[in-house]
């Protein structure tokens, strides 16, 4: 009999190719997400198969699955900066009150549950490369901590189940990650710098462009947390490329990749950027023997290509939807 697993925010980009993984995998697949910030065109390739059903919901409502479920995977909450400075207090209830739901879930089904963190629980770091025994410094009341803090807090959440009912959890710290079915204009570095090149546009640079990311392609991610939720670890495990590289030095990649001519333009730094954003994986090595596959050159290939193959209808069908209207604070 097919296992079951629910995956939260299963319609945005990193949850979409989680359904798929695990669809593959012939798992049974229960896909939730309120469709805020994700994008039910990115599953819908599924709708009609024997194993994936969706539903339509919003975690930081009761949360309710029938039947048995053997692992769930919390993916759900806002992930650019454009998007959770624009739903702050939507962001902040994902990841403390949908955690919260989700946990409770897994303890009454008895499953295991897999928790999406992320690399802005170290904030703007004063540890370079970031190890997961790094305790951040991250600004608790800046435009940012809506969800640096959320993530820290669901971390916090899941150990405690983990220590005081015995639950089977797992906390992926995910760094920066790109592939296809990102949305062009959300506001992170590659599709931003993806979407000006194919505009025409100049490619806008904050700061002086010397802070630093290091870009995970989707596949490499996919696999590390997979590896991770079939492990035998409870304690954070980052999963990123170590390749590190600087903005300006990106941009620059860009141009040559597009084979455009736009000019690097600067602008004021957003405040609470990180300067510098680098994983130590030697957690992941040693634990899930995982490491990233796939260069940047490759990854960025396959990027570009299907932004490039975006008709002009459908890019302005993904230009950033005004997300007001939906919420319920």
């Known amino acids: 009999m097919a296992k079951r ?6 319609a945005g980009f990193l949850g979409s190719h989680l359904c798929d993984r695990f669809i593959k995998e012939d798992f049974e697949v229960i896909a939730m997400d309120n469709l805020i910030t994700g994008d039910k065109r990115n599953i819908e390739h599924l709708f009609k198969h024997k194993n994936f059903e969706f539903h339509h919901h919003d975690v930081t409502k009761f949360v309710h699955v029938a039947g048995e479920l053997d692992y769930i995977l919390h993916f759900a909450s ?17 990841g403390s009150v949908g955690t919260l739901h989700c946990l409770g879930l897994a303890k009454e089904k008895n499953a295991r549950i897999l928790i999406a963190s992320t690399s802005e629980v170290y904030g703007d770091p004063l540890v370079h490369p970031q190890s997961e025994d790094y305790y951040g410094n991250v600004n608790t009341i800046g435009p940012r901590g809506v969800y640096d803090e959320a993530k820290r807090f669901q971390e916090s959440l899941t150990m405690a189940y983990h220590r005081f009912h015995g639950l089977e959890t797992r906390i992926a710290r995910i760094f920066n990650t790109y592939g296809p079915r990102m949305r062009l204009n959300d506001g992170r570095v590659i599709p931003a710098f993806i979407g000006q090149a194919l505009r025409g546009e100049d490619l806008t640079v ?4 010397s802070q630093t990311r290091s870009f995970c392609y989707v596949d490499d991610q ?54 510098q954003r680098q994983p130590d994986i030697s957690r992941a090595k040693e634990i899930l023997k995982w490491q990233p596959e796939i260069s ?34």
């Open 296 to 329: 940047r050159s490759e990854g960025m290939k396959i990027t570009y290509d299907y932004f490039r193959g975006l008709s002009h209808e459908e890019l302005e069908k993904r230009e950033h939807k005004d997300f007001f209207e939906h919420i319920r604070r």
């Open 206 to 209: 904050f700061g002086d462009g």
């Open 5 to 10: 697993i629910l995956i939260t925010g299963a």
């Open 78 to 94: 806002p992930a650019s900066p454009i998007d959770y400075l624009k739903i702050p207090i939507q962001t902040l209830k994902v």
């Open 222 to 275: 996919v696999e590390g947390i997979y590896r991770l939720l079939f492990s035998d670890y409870s304690d954070p495990v980052n999963i990123g490329n170590p390749d590190e590289i600087t903005i300006l030095d990106f941009a620059k990649e860009i141009i040559g990749l597009t084979g455009t001519q736009q000019k690097i333009v600067y602008k004021e730094l957003p405040e609470d950027d990180p300067l």
